[in-house]
């Protein structure tokens, strides 16, 4: 079956704190991004990378960063985490290829983070 | 710019009514595109989704899309609403020319009412 992991449900952090969100595929996808949902907003980009060591902002990148050193881990990191980052993120994977080719996007379970 | 644009934060229909949830899309070319749907508190499920061919595709649940090229529009329909439906509602849009930029809509909330 396939699969997108994160590695934690649910966090807790305090206002400066460095935080790391780490996400795996098993779907040798070269594509993954990580996105925010937070009611009324809709799923946000952060980043996506399209490649290892490849990374392109989205649209709310400030405050954020990643990191894809091998294909399957895909990490969004917080360097000091605020308050108006606590919401719902989310990782997503999906694989590349011409029309046809699939396409579909496959998310994990998403990580809760509450900043204090 | 690259942008999807879900105009209905809310719509309520009455179980059996039509239904149509809108979205529309900035871009040159034709793009993939997506439904997704998420009830309170679990995870995106896909409803369906568009490459190329057939203008109208469908969907689990019922669902159809229709993809119309000169409106920029992927607009999602279902003939019957189930109160199950009640959820909430995205369109997506796959950018390949931009790296493969997958972008999301706000987000349409269906309220179903009996």
């Known amino acids: 079956d396939v699969k997108v992991t994160q590695s934690s449900r649910y966090l807790v952090k305090r206002t400066g704190e460095k935080v790391f969100l780490e996400c795996v595929q098993d779907?040798?996808?070269?594509?993954m991004f990580w996105y925010r949902q937070d009611p009324g907003l809709g799923l946000r980009l952060i980043y996506f990378?399209?490649?290892?060591?490849?990374?392109e902002k989205g649209d709310i990148p400030e405050g954020y960063s990643v990191s894809r050193e091998k294909k399957e881990r895909f990490s969004l990191i917080l360097e000091s985490a605020s308050t108006n980052q606590t919401s719902m993120y989310l990782c997503?994977?999906?694989?590349?290829?011409?029309?046809?080719?699939?396409?579909?996007?496959?998310f994990g379970e998403g990580s809760r983070l509450t900043v204090l | 710019a690259q942008s999807v644009t879900q105009p209905d934060i809310h719509i309520t229909v009455s179980e059996g009514a039509s239904l149509e949830l809108r979205c529309n899309y900035s871009?040159?070319?034709?793009?993939?595109l997506f439904w997704y749907v998420q009830s309170p508190g679990q995870g995106l499920q896909l409803l369906l989704k568009?490459?190329?061919?057939?203008?109208l595709v469908q969907g689990i649940k019922g669902f159809e899309a229709e993809f119309k090229r000169s409106q920029s529009s992927f607009n999602l329909r279902k003939p019957s609403v189930h109160w199950s439906d009640a959820a909430e509602y995205f369109c997506?849009?796959?950018?390949?020319?931009?790296?493969?930029?997958?972008?999301f809509g706000a987000g349409t909330i269906l309220r179903v009412k009996s």
């Open positions: 990378s399209y490649d290892v060591k490849m990374k």
């Open positions: 871009y040159g070319a034709t793009p993939y």
């Open positions: 997506a849009v796959l950018f390949m020319e931009y790296g493969n930029k997958l972008v």
């Open positions: 568009y490459f190329s061919g057939d203008t």
């Open positions: 997503a994977s999906h694989a590349s290829g011409g029309a046809g080719a699939g396409g579909e996007l496959f």
């Open positions: 779907m040798d996808h070269e594509n």
